[in-house]
């Protein structure tokens, strides 16, 4: 067994590495795609809706 990937694999194992920030950054932007493709969804979809709720309105009264 070759010593060399013993050596990487026990310092990747026992390494303390700290990714906690990575982490959130990761959550962020995952959190921001979302909160984005939700904006554009609700307008897309809004306009669609108030102008036939406007429709409605207009029948009913």
Do not use: H
């Amino acid at each position: 067994m070759d010593l060399f990937i013993f050596r990487t694999w026990l310092e990747s194992k026992f390494a303390n590495r700290d990714e906690r920030g990575a982490n959130l950054v990761e959550y962020l932007l995952l959190l921001a795609f979302i909160a984005i493709i939700v904006l554009v969804a609700v307008k897309a979809v809004g306009t669609n809706v108030s102008s036939k709720l406007s429709s409605a309105n207009s029948q009913i009264g």
